[in-house]
Each structure stands twice: as structure tokens, then as C-alpha cells.
């Protein structure tokens, strides 16, 4: 009966939308330091939901949290009952190896919540065995310490001055050991239908032109921006790539991005029903979203809001979340400004190959000296010379170079082996006297490699 209750009041949930969803009054809050954004939490008919609102108006609206698994009795999606809720804060400064700043202030507010979901034969948790108000601020109850018949879901959440960070974690102690992910069921729910510059949904790449449109313009511009090569997998028309910019109505920006990807897939967003966006995970070779052992933490799920889009290119909330150099000695690290030879073969005024003559190479036989060039290689002697010369002229530190080894007649697409060498130059550049003009100028050489996933290559 229990879960028959559940399944009733998923299929509500799922029916009415995010937006007939109402909090209730005894939510979990969390405020930003500055008091300007809120974020509430709670279990809902046993489904875990959070909302995001800034200077009290909608950012978020009550969206659920949750996970559907393979191979497993039980889906991360209901049945929850909260047993804890710990608050903490930090305000520091930390100084980061390179970039535009000294120093980054990591400042925020901080609720992590712990909930347990017991199988439909159990008796229910401690916590609710002990009549304990588990929605009391001040209850830290029994932070990841599983009562031993149940599978134990941490959600932890960051509150900054211009954005939200939470991810999942999954505590030694619990039911859950090693478990497989079908889909993570993170959902941000908009509240209308935003402006957004986006990108089409793919699993292999991030060459695309950025597009503007509505919300509601995603599935109708999406399959005409896709790119028509064995590069580029995408899964959905509703599909769009993080990070995603949107700005509202009345002039709010919001980026949904993620933080500290480490032993975990990187995510796409999947626009459903009602402006509502929900986690869509790269998939393995067998379609797996992700292979977890207790204990174990996903990457943060960020949502950055900023009153102006300034205020969100200065946002380091992104930086905060990640871990930090774990380089003990960065000393040798040097930031340096460079362009490249590469833009025109991107736009078509150059190519990357050598020469038509060989539709079919084999590295170490093939002759290119004894090939007709097509005339229309980039990375020869003449073009990279005025490269230099430019990147001297106007203050920049290095030139990329790319195409100037042998390889590029026959790379994409193939299946080969060998596909590259990476230490031969086509007949028209000569490396060490590249090499040697570009120190004379205080330029330095950085020499592209194309790896084209060949791993045994």
C-alpha cells in the first residue's frame, strides 16, 4: 500500500508540472550572505524538491532531485524521508595559479541534507520512528549514518551572492555500494520562456555556433544548427549544451552550468514540458550514465543569477566549486598570450593537408617530396613567417601551428591506426628554421597535435 501511495503521488507530481507543485511552509532555507537569493528544500510525498528565488521573486521553481538506476530494486526518484540537515558557512581568500585576479573571495552559505529511503517492506526510519522534527534548522541529526535498511542521498548546497552550487553524495554507511546510473533526474525548472543563447545537445563535440532564441525556439532551430559530421552525436532536438545563458523578461541573466566534473559524465540539458530543463548525462560504450561506488559525490550543478551579464562574465563561482590545484609547486606554470595559424583553415581559406595526390597514407612509406601540392596548405614557411612577424608586432608571446605534420590527407574518419606522424613536417616547412626565427622575435612555437581519439597511434 505504501508504495502504491508513492507511485500515486509521482504520477501527480508528474501530471500538474513543477508549477503546481507548492513548497510547504516548513521548507528547509538557506539565504546567500548578502540575503539576496533563497534556496528552500523538501521532501515532497517522499520526492525530493528545491526552489531558487532572488530579492523573493521565482528564479527556480520547485524542481526534484533524484536519480533512476540499472540493475537495482530501488530508483532515487521517491520514498525519501529526510533525516538531517547540517548548516555551515565559510568566508575565505584564496590565490589562484594564473588568470585576471590575485585573489578570489570564496564566500557562502551552506545546507547539506541528508535523507533515507527505506525499502516498501521497511518500518520507516529512525528519525521518524523517534517523532524527531526533522525540518528544525538547528537538528543535524544522524549525518550519514544509515540505519542499515535503507539507501542513504545526501544533497549538499552552496548559496553565493550570484549563484547556487549542490550536488549529490553518497556516504560509506548506506544500501547503496555499487550501483549503476540510468538517468540523473535533475531538473531546473524556469518560470517562462527565457531568451537563451544555446548550442544543439551533442555527446562528441562543442563546435557550434552559438544561436539566440526563446525557450520555446530550441526545438524548432535545433536540427538545422546541427553539424553533419562523424563528430558531432546528438541525442534529442530538445537538447542543449552547458553552459547555457539565459536572461529573462525583466532583464535577469542565468547560467546553468556544472562544476568539479571528476569520475562522472559530463552533462547536456534535456527542455522538456513547462520551460523545464533536466540533466541529460553522456552515456558509456554499453549506455551506462555513470558507474558510482559508495562513497562517492557527482560534480556541482550550478545556476548563477546576476542582475547584469557583466556581473556574470565576473563570476567566479565556477572556480570556488572546483577543488583546488593540488600542484604543490606551480612555479613552472606561465601564462602566455598566443595566436595561431588554425582560424583560416576553420573559415576555408587555407587547408590543413599537403597535397591531393595521396587520398590513402601510410605514415613512414608515403613521399610527399615526390607529391604536386595542392597550394593551398596553411602551415608553410612563407605564411607562418608573417604570423610571427605579427604576433611580435602586437605584443602576443606565442603562435599554435597546426597542420604541419604529415598525416592530413586521409585523418578523419578512417579507423586507422596510424594516423599521424607528430614529428615529420610537410616538404614546405622547415621546423628548426621556424623555430629558429621565431625565438629572434621573442615568439615561441607551440606545435598542434591532432590525436583524432587513435589511441594506439
Request: hydrophobic share 35%; proline share 5%.
Amino acid at each position: 500500500m505504501k508504495r502504491i501511495l508513492f507511485l500515486a503521488a509521482s504520477l501527480l507530481l508528474a501530471a500538474c508540472g513543477p508549477k503546481a507543485v507548492k513548497m510547504p511552509a516548513d521548507a528547509v532555507a538557506l539565504r546567500s550572505p548578502d540575503g539576496q537569493l533563497e534556496l528552500k528544500f523538501a521532501v515532497v510525498d517522499g520526492v525530493p524538491l528545491y526552489t531558487l528565488d532572488r530579492a523573493g521573486k521565482a528564479v527556480v521553481l520547485p524542481s526534484r532531485l533524484g536519480y533512476s538506476l540499472l540493475d537495482a530494486k530501488e530508483d532515487l526518484d521517491g520514498g525519501f524521508t529526510l533525516t538531517g540537515t547540517k548548516f555551515a558557512s565559510l568566508d575565505e581568500t584564496w590565490a589562484p595559479v594564473w588568470g585576471e585576479e590575485a585573489s578570489i573571495r570564496n564566500n557562502y552559505n551552506e545546507l547539506l541534507v541528508t535523507m533515507e529511503q527505506i525499502p516498501s517492506t521497511g518500518s520507516g526510519t529512525r528519525a521518524a520512528q523517534s517523532g524527531v522534527s526533522v525540518t528544525d534548522p538547528d537538528y543535524t541529526g544522524d549525518l550519514g549514518n544509515s540505519s542499515g535498511k535503507g539507501n542513504v542521498m545526501q544533497v549538499r548546497f552552496r548559496l553565493y551572492d550570484d549563484g547556487l552550487g549542490f550536488r549529490y553524495e553518497f556516504p560509506q554507511e548506506n544500501a547503496l555500494t555499487y550501483f549503476k546510473v540510468k538517468e540523473e533526474l535533475t531538473e531546473f525548472a524556469m518560470t517562462g520562456d527565457h531568451t537563451a543563447w544555446w548550442i544543439p545537445g551533442d555527446y562528441d563535440t562543442q563546435e557550434y555556433n552559438y544561436t539566440e532564441s526563446k525557450l520555446s525556439g530550441i526545438k524548432i532551430r535545433n536540427e538545422a544548427m546541427r553539424l553533419g559530421n562523424a563528430s558531432a552525436e546528438g541525442f534529442s532536438s530538445n537538447g542543449v549544451q552547458t553552459a547555457l545563458q539565459m536572461k529573462t523578461d525583466d532583464g535577469l541573466y542565468i547560467n546553468i552550468h556544472e562544476a568539479e566534473v571528476v569520475d562522472y559524465p559530463t552533462t547536456n540539458l534535456l527542455l522538456t514540458d513547462g520551460n523545464v530543463f533536466r540533466t541529460w548525462l553522456t552515456p558509456d560504450a554499453e549506455g551506462v550514465k555513470g558507474r558510482l561506488q559508495a562513497p562517492c559525490k557527482s560534480p556541482w550543478r550550478t545556476v548563477m543569477v546576476c542582475e547584469k551579464a557583466t556581473d556574470m562574465l565576473a563570476s567566479r563561482l565556477i572556480l570556488n566549486l572546483n577543488e583546488p590545484c593540488a600542484i604543490e609547486d606551480v612555479t613552472w606554470i606561465h601564462p602566455v598570450k598566443y595566436m595561431g595559424v588554425w582560424w583560416e583553415m576553420i573559415t576555408g581559406k587555407s587547408e590543413w593537408s599537403y597535397t591531393y595526390d595521396y587520398p590513402s597514407v601510410r605514415l613512414g612509406e608515403t613521399d610527399y617530396a615526390a607529391s604536386k601540392p595542392h597550394g593551398r596548405h596553411g602551415a608553410n614557411n612563407e605564411n607562418v613567417r608573417r604570423y610571427i612577424d605579427f604576433a611580435a608586432e602586437n605584443g602576443f608571446d606565442a603562435l599554435l601551428i597546426e597542420g604541419w605534420n604529415e598525416g592530413w590527407e586521409d585523418w578523419f574518419g578512417h579507423q586507422k591506426d596510424a594516423v599521424f606522424d607528430f614529428v615529420t613536417p610537410y616538404p614546405d616547412f622547415d621546423l628548426p628554421g621556424l623555430n629558429e626565427y621565431a625565438h629572434s622575435k621573442g615568439i615561441r612555437l607551440v606545435m598542434h597535435h591532432e590525436t583524432s581519439s587513435s589511441t594506439v597511434n
